[in-house]
């Protein structure tokens, strides 16, 4: 059992900066994804970022430039640098782990998603004014 635990989450101006950040107890496959989702209230869990094994990354068309996705050194971290965050920013983000790649994002959001599929708990963003 893959556990994640995200942490970082809090309260924010609009134009600030935040980093999440999200550790893996362990990786059961060699080839994974892993990807930070988000969720407000009343709105659909969408796709933020994601990094691939070889340190590829992808983005949200809408947090393109703004955030951006790292792999800690010691390999059991994973970060989410968020800047000049928005109104629209305020959600649940939660880290998952995905088996195979990061392609697999839409279908994670479309509930599709695999038994493979390990998500955090989440930690909670609120960009104020």
């Known amino acids: 059992q893959v556990q994640l635990m995200e942490s970082g989450g809090g309260s924010v101006q609009a134009g600030g900066s935040m980093r999440l950040s999200c550790v893996v107890s362990?990786?059961?496959?060699?080839?994974?994804?892993m990807g930070w989702f988000r969720q407000a209230p009343g709105k659909e869990r969408e796709g933020v970022a994601g990094i691939e094994n070889d340190g590829s990354t992808t983005y949200a068309d809408s947090v393109k430039g703004r955030f951006t996705i790292s792999r800690g050194s010691a390999e059991n971290t994973v970060y989410l640098e968020m800047n000049g965050l928005k109104a629209e920013d305020t959600a649940m983000y939660s880290c998952?782990?995905?088996?195979?790649?990061?392609?697999?994002?839409?279908?994670?959001?479309?509930?599709?998603?695999?038994?493979?599929?390990?998500w955090g708990q989440g930690t909670h963003v609120a960009v104020t004014s």
């Open positions: 362990e990786y059961p496959y060699s080839s994974y994804c």
């Open positions: 998952v782990i995905m088996r195979y790649g990061c392609n697999r994002m839409p279908s994670v959001v479309a509930g599709k998603g695999r038994p493979g599929d390990s």
